[in-house]
């Protein structure tokens, strides 16, 4: 009779939890650990039959929102390619062949494939600033292809192709941006365009995020209802929830998808992250977001990687690598010698017509705290009267609501101190155009957090009230523009400007500088928050 050895597991009893998997080395443990839970939550997401119906409509929904996003790529190439041709034909006087024509009607076919590679189709909740490196990184992908293709099939024209690549690729950054901005901002009103998707976590949390998405449809993410605890659902009402919003208990969850083709679901990081702690209904819905944690700092930019038997999540470190730091300074080198030559007669008129407004010199400077603390005087064109200061004194005094608003934002909608042309420049911005010259010596970036002023009456809480996003302000140079000028900027409290300094100075790449040049421009085209 033969007996067992010993170290086999005996047949048909459970394995201990102590004795499971202990034969693995110490990290294959931890990752079959993880495995073992997916396994117990994976059979209990399957008792839900229908959630194929789910699936089916998660495909359908990323088809339909992929589709205008698609055309738009392919068509945009096509036009940035006809367009850099019949520039490139007169620069060089070369006439453009049928080659170069079939050449960018595959280029321009070619953009779907690369921009589904680089993830851009069906885009949900992804962010303007991934989507326009990414956009831009498939388009010089597919003129790369134009440039690679056309001198196989005509060698000669090898400086054509070149050049109209090139030409090309300076269109595709206002664009593509810009086209996709139009696409989105239409398919918004559409209903059928989007996902449908279900918010997880505490009341509060939930509610704020169910608002924050309904207020920005064009990332593709359409709420649909929250989900509470059982114990925050029942008290919701008690807790004066928002009336217009779908609470529904997070055990009903799978039904409430199924009635509202929810194939997304938010959860919230107050919500716990052990799969086998979460309501499997919830794990029957196609597509599942764990946000991130407060105690936990995610990015746009950060990545996954596979470490051996596991997987980890790459965050960039504190300090901006040097490389990139000057290519930075270099970056606003050159667009201040470039601005500075394209915008003189503007600058010239604006000048005149300050002379001609009021008494006064044309320009205003004002001590601001730059890099390191160090003190500077930030240049402007003058908007104000000679004795602005007292005015607003006298004003802020015998005005209360003024104060008030003057105290939440450290702005005024109707200033007394702004003259007739101060008006027209602070609206358009020119009024900051002379801080070209503090760019140019270094005391400036041109993308970068708003400029302190060291004063009670303007910044001074932000260096005495909040002395860690001070220093972090420190280690960078201030900007003409910044993530505050063109999300919100006369709007919303002084925190909020705060808020979208240590948001840039967290996130900053240089494609976040490029995005937010771009987006300074619609800003001031469009008068978006202009006081």
Same mark, same amino acid.
Not at 128 to 143: D, H, K, Q, T, Y
Not at 215 to 244: I, K, T
């Given at each position: 009779?033969?007996?067992?050895?010993?170290?086999?597991?005996?047949?048909?009893?459970?394995?201990?939890?102590? %004795?499971?998997?202990?034969?693995?080395?110490?990290?294959?443990?931890?990752?079959?650990?993880?495995?073992?839970?997916?396994?117990?939550?994976?059979?209990?997401?399957?008792?839900?039959?229908?959630?194929?119906?789910?699936? @089916?409509?998660?495909?359908?929904?990323?088809?339909?929102?992929?589709? +205008?996003?698609?055309? &738009?790529?392919?068509?945009?190439?096509?036009?940035?390619?006809?367009? #850099? &041709?019949?520039?490139?034909?007169?620069?060089?006087?070369?006439?453009?062949?049928?080659?170069?024509?079939? &050449? #960018?009607?595959?280029?321009?076919?070619?953009?779907?494939?690369? #921009?589904?590679?680089?993830?851009?189709?069906?885009?949900?909740?992804?962010?303007?600033?991934?989507?326009?490196?990414?956009?831009?990184?498939?388009? =010089?992908?597919?003129?790369?292809?134009?440039?690679?293709?056309?001198?196989?099939?005509?060698?000669?024209?090898?400086?054509?192709?070149?050049?109209?690549?090139?030409?090309?690729?300076?269109?595709?950054?206002?664009?593509?941006?810009?086209?996709?901005?139009?696409?989105?901002?239409?398919? #918004?009103?559409?209903?059928?365009?989007?996902? +449908?998707?279900? !918010?997880?976590?505490?009341?509060?949390?939930? &509610?704020?995020?169910?608002?924050?998405?309904?207020?920005?449809?064009?990332?593709?993410?359409? $709420?649909?209802?929250?989900?509470?605890?059982?114990?925050?659902?029942?008290?919701?009402?008690?807790?004066?929830?928002?009336?217009?919003?779908?609470?529904?208990?997070?055990?009903?969850?799978?039904?409430?998808?199924?009635?509202?083709?929810?194939?997304?679901? @938010?959860?919230?990081?107050?919500? $716990?992250?052990?799969?086998?702690?979460?309501?499997?209904?919830?794990?029957?819905?196609?597509?599942?977001?764990?946000?991130?944690?407060?105690?936990?700092?995610?990015?746009?930019?950060?990545?996954?990687?596979?470490?051996?038997?596991?997987?980890?999540?790459?965050?960039?470190?504190?300090?901006?690598?040097?490389?990139?730091?000057?290519?930075?300074?270099?970056?606003?080198?050159?667009?201040?010698?470039?601005?500075?030559?394209?915008?003189?007669?503007?600058?010239?008129?604006?000048?005149?017509? !300050?002379?001609?407004?009021?008494?006064?010199?044309?320009?205003?400077?004002? %001590?601001?705290?730059?890099?390191?603390?160090?003190?500077?005087?930030?240049?402007?064109?003058?908007?104000?009267? +000679?004795?602005?200061?007292?005015?607003?004194?006298?004003?802020?005094?015998?005005?209360?609501?003024?104060?008030?608003?003057?105290?939440?934002?450290?702005?005024?909608?109707?200033?007394?101190?702004?003259?007739?042309?101060?008006?027209? !420049?602070?609206?358009?911005?020119?009024?900051?155009?002379?801080? @070209?010259?503090?760019?140019?010596?270094?005391?400036?970036?041109?993308?970068?957090?708003?400029?302190?002023?060291?004063?009670?009456?303007?910044?001074?809480?932000?260096?005495?009230?909040?002395?860690?996003?001070?220093?972090?302000? %420190?280690?960078?140079?201030?900007?003409?523009? =910044?993530?505050?000028?063109?999300?919100?900027?006369?709007?919303?409290?002084?925190?909020?400007?705060?808020?979208?300094?240590?948001?840039?100075?967290?996130?900053?790449?240089?494609?976040?500088?490029?995005?937010?040049?771009?987006?300074?421009?619609?800003?001031?085209?469009?008068?978006?928050?202009?006081?």
């Amino acid at each position: 009779m033969n007996t067992p050895n010993s170290s086999s597991p005996t047949i048909g009893r459970p394995v201990s939890a102590q %004795k499971r998997f202990a034969r693995l080395e110490a990290l294959e443990q931890q990752s079959a650990h993880t495995l073992a839970r997916y396994c117990q939550v994976h059979s209990g997401a399957h008792k839900f039959g229908n959630h194929a119906k789910l699936s @089916l409509a998660s495909l359908v929904q990323s088809v339909v929102t992929s589709l +205008p996003l698609v055309a &738009t790529d392919t068509v945009v190439m096509w036009f940035v390619l006809l367009t #850099a &041709t019949g520039i490139a034909e007169r620069l060089l006087g070369l006439p453009t062949t049928t080659i170069q024509s079939q &050449t #960018a009607f595959i280029s321009a076919i070619l953009m779907f494939p690369l #921009a589904r590679l680089a993830g851009m189709y069906p885009g949900f909740g992804m962010n303007p600033v991934v989507e326009f490196r990414n956009i831009l990184r498939c388009s =010089g992908m597919a003129l790369l292809i134009f440039v690679a293709v056309g001198m196989t099939m005509l060698l000669k024209s090898w400086t054509f192709f070149l050049t109209a690549s090139a030409i090309a690729y300076l269109l595709s950054i206002v664009v593509f941006p810009s086209a996709r901005f139009v696409v989105r901002t239409i398919m #918004a009103a559409v209903p059928y365009w989007g996902a +449908p998707v279900l !918010i997880y976590g505490t009341p509060q949390i939930a &509610t704020d995020l169910y608002r924050r998405l309904k207020q920005m449809p064009d990332r593709g993410f359409r $709420p649909v209802g929250v989900l509470l605890s059982p114990e925050d659902y029942w008290s919701h009402e008690q807790n004066n929830c928002a009336p217009d919003i779908p609470y529904s208990d997070v055990r009903s969850c799978f039904d409430v998808a199924n009635k509202t083709k929810a194939t997304w679901v @938010l959860i919230s990081h107050e919500v $716990p992250i052990e799969q086998e702690e979460l309501e499997p209904g919830l794990l029957a819905i196609p597509n599942r977001v764990h946000l991130a944690s407060s105690s936990f700092d995610m990015g746009p930019w950060d990545q996954i990687y596979t470490v051996g038997p596991t997987c980890g999540l790459w965050v960039g470190g504190v300090v901006p690598k040097s490389l990139k730091v000057a290519a930075k300074r270099f970056i606003d080198i050159a667009l201040t010698v470039f601005g500075g030559i394209v915008l003189f007669p503007l600058l010239a008129f604006i000048s005149v017509a !300050i002379k001609l407004s009021s008494k006064g010199p044309i320009l205003y400077g004002q %001590k601001r705290v730059g890099l390191g603390g160090e003190t500077f005087t930030a240049w402007k064109f003058r908007s104000m009267v +000679p004795n602005a200061d007292q005015v607003l004194d006298e004003y802020l005094q015998n005005n209360a609501a003024a104060r008030e608003e003057w105290e939440q934002t450290h702005k005024l909608k109707n200033d007394p101190r702004v003259t007739w042309i101060g008006k027209f !420049i602070r609206t358009t911005s020119f009024d900051e155009f002379p801080q @070209l010259w503090n760019v140019f010596v270094g005391e400036m970036s041109i993308v970068g957090p708003r400029p302190i002023v060291n004063s009670p009456t303007y910044d001074q809480s932000y260096i005495v009230d909040y002395p860690h996003e001070f220093s972090a302000y %420190k280690t960078v140079r201030p900007g003409i523009t =910044g993530m505050w000028q063109v999300s919100c900027r006369n709007a919303g409290v002084y925190e909020k400007r705060i808020y979208w300094d240590m948001y840039y100075i967290r996130h900053w790449s240089l494609w976040l500088d490029m995005y937010i040049i771009l987006r300074t421009i619609r800003t001031v085209l469009l008068r978006e928050g202009s006081a």
